[in-house]
């Protein structure tokens, strides 16, 4: 369910002529002259304006009549509509630690620029950069279990030590010597069907969640290590337990959160923050209605920073935001991200047995610790 009904016909005519990404999978163009119906970022030749309506959904597309394009696979999820993502993505999962080059890719019979586009597109990130993060997980992994950073070296396929320093400090905002020590908090890596992300917690609340290809997750990483005097590698209880809740959410069971949270913000952001809770699952809220709920109809971009501000994503769900007309809008995640989050939701929100619960939830959510961040980096090092 959607807050917003579709805008006029004439603004979403422009998001085809444009290609607009920010409305694909939420609303679709029905071409009378022909009979089918595509996504607003179809390849295709653009139809006439007087040929299109628009619909909000592919049940809506179907009933009326129109058949799905054969260009833009309009009844396929986005990235498994591209061959060459699918087929990619598929022999990524199956070898992991394989080190690809652009001549494999074209040796799979795929163009590597068309690639570079296609996977930046979907994922914002290139395809071989895609395949760099799972190395360096691998890598990740060796050093929590307390081995040497040679062996993660060579766990993750880098042939020299500094090219996987590199690697990894472009995903951590460090070297692996800064987070192999003892310290309060605890990075490691928790796999969802959306990607890996990396969590952080101490051995009471959860201080971050974030997809591993979020570009600010490494300047994320360097404010968190020095506010605690360091970040070492393994897993405490806060993230096992939100491994678990990961785990219901995507399996669309649960939209639950119960892990304990610190929360480093001021008053107002933090205040954003419990109000995003209290979205339900399968909803969405705009900036200017979010502004409103909190009492403060007026700071719609203080309300839209303390979003972006956001690095504990699912748990406080910041995807739930979009824009005014109801589109969607800019995700850390990725738009793809975004929309798929919000396809979920909707199918959970369905699901009878957390209903009553879930319900109970939003009207008074948990309160998540927020102690420990805004305590000075010797006492978070000291409790």
Same mark, same amino acid.
């Given at each position: 369910?959607?807050?917003?009904?579709?805008?006029?016909?004439?603004?979403?005519?422009?998001?085809?002529?444009? +290609?607009?990404?920010?409305?694909?999978?939420?609303?679709?163009?029905?071409?009378?002259?022909?009979?089918?119906?595509?996504?607003?970022?179809?390849?295709?030749?653009?139809?006439?304006?007087?040929?299109?309506?628009?619909?909000?959904?592919?049940?809506?597309?179907?009933?009326?009549?129109? /058949?799905?394009?054969?260009?833009?696979?309009?009844?396929?999820?986005?990235?498994?509509?591209?061959?060459?993502?699918?087929?990619?993505?598929?022999?990524?999962?199956?070898?992991?630690?394989?080190?690809?080059?652009?001549?494999?890719? @074209? &040796?799979?019979?795929?163009?590597?620029?068309?690639?570079?586009?296609?996977?930046?597109?979907?994922?914002? =990130?290139?395809?071989?950069?895609?395949?760099?993060?799972?190395?360096?997980?691998?890598? %990740?992994?060796?050093? @929590?279990?307390?081995?040497?950073?040679?062996?993660?070296?060579?766990?993750?396929?880098?042939?020299?030590?500094?090219?996987?320093?590199?690697?990894?400090?472009?995903?951590?905002?460090?070297?692996?010597?800064?987070?192999?020590?003892?310290?309060?908090? +605890? &990075?490691?890596?928790?796999?969802?069907?959306?990607?890996?992300?990396?969590?952080?917690?101490?051995? *009471?609340?959860?201080?971050?969640?974030?997809?591993?290809?979020?570009?600010?997750?490494?300047?994320?990483?360097?404010?968190?290590?020095? !506010? @605690? #005097?360091?970040?070492?590698?393994?897993?405490?209880?806060? %993230?096992?337990?939100?491994? #678990?809740?990961?785990?219901?959410?995507?399996?669309?069971?649960? @939209? +639950?959160?119960?892990?304990?949270?610190?929360?480093?913000?001021?008053?107002?952001?933090? %205040?954003?923050? !419990?109000?995003?809770?209290?979205?339900?699952?399968?909803?969405?809220?705009?900036?200017?209605?979010?502004?409103?709920?909190?009492?403060?109809?007026?700071?719609?971009?203080?309300?839209?920073?303390?979003?972006?501000?956001?690095?504990?994503?699912?748990?406080?769900?910041? *995807?739930?935001?979009?824009?005014?007309?109801?589109?969607?809008?800019?995700?850390?995640?990725?738009?793809?991200?975004?929309?798929?989050? =919000?396809?979920?939701?909707? /199918?959970?929100?369905?699901?009878?047995?957390? !209903?009553?619960?879930?319900?109970?939830?939003?009207? *008074?959510?948990?309160?998540?610790?927020?102690?420990?961040?805004?305590?000075?980096?010797?006492?978070?090092? *000291?409790?």
């Amino acid at each position: 369910m959607t807050l917003f009904p579709l805008p006029p016909d004439d603004v979403l005519y422009d998001a085809l002529l444009a +290609r607009d990404p920010g409305w694909d999978g939420r609303a679709y163009v029905c071409v009378a002259s022909t009979g089918i119906f595509c996504r607003l970022t179809c390849p295709a030749r653009k139809p006439l304006r007087a040929n299109c309506s628009f619909r909000a959904t592919v049940a809506e597309c179907l009933d009326a009549g129109f /058949r799905p394009c054969r260009r833009c696979h309009p009844l396929a999820p986005e990235a498994g509509a591209d061959p060459a993502i699918a087929t990619l993505t598929e022999a990524l999962e199956a070898d992991p630690a394989r080190r690809w080059s652009e001549a494999d890719v @074209a &040796a799979m019979g795929f163009d590597p620029s068309t690639v570079r586009r296609a996977f930046r597109r979907q994922f914002g =990130i290139t395809f071989l950069d895609m395949a760099r993060l799972r190395r360096v997980q691998a890598g %990740m992994t060796e050093i @929590a279990r307390g081995g040497r950073v040679i062996d993660a070296q060579l766990e993750a396929g880098f042939d020299s030590p500094s090219a996987f320093r590199a690697a990894f400090a472009r995903l951590m905002g460090g070297s692996p010597a800064e987070f192999a020590g003892d310290a309060l908090l +605890r &990075a490691d890596w928790i796999d969802t069907p959306l990607g890996p992300m990396v969590a952080v917690a101490d051995a *009471h609340a959860l201080h971050l969640l974030e997809f591993a290809d979020r570009r600010a997750l490494p300047s994320e990483l360097a404010v968190l290590r020095r !506010q @605690a #005097g360091g970040i070492g590698l393994g897993r405490t209880a806060p %993230m096992e337990q939100v491994a #678990g809740e990961l785990d219901r959410f995507f399996a669309a069971r649960s @939209a +639950r959160f119960e892990v304990p949270l610190a929360l480093a913000g001021s008053p107002f952001t933090r %205040m954003v923050w !419990q109000e995003l809770r209290r979205i339900p699952a399968g909803e969405t809220r705009s900036y200017a209605a979010l502004a409103q709920s909190i009492g403060r109809p007026t700071a719609v971009r203080a309300v839209a920073r303390a979003n972006g501000a956001n690095r504990i994503a699912l748990v406080i769900p910041c *995807h739930r935001v979009i824009g005014a007309d109801g589109s969607l809008t800019g995700y850390g995640g990725g738009l793809w991200r975004k929309q798929a989050l =919000i396809d979920l939701e909707r /199918r959970l929100q369905q699901h009878q047995p957390d !209903q009553e619960g879930d319900a109970a939830h939003r009207r *008074h959510p948990r309160q998540p610790q927020q102690h420990e961040p805004a305590q000075p980096a010797q006492d978070l090092r *000291h409790q």
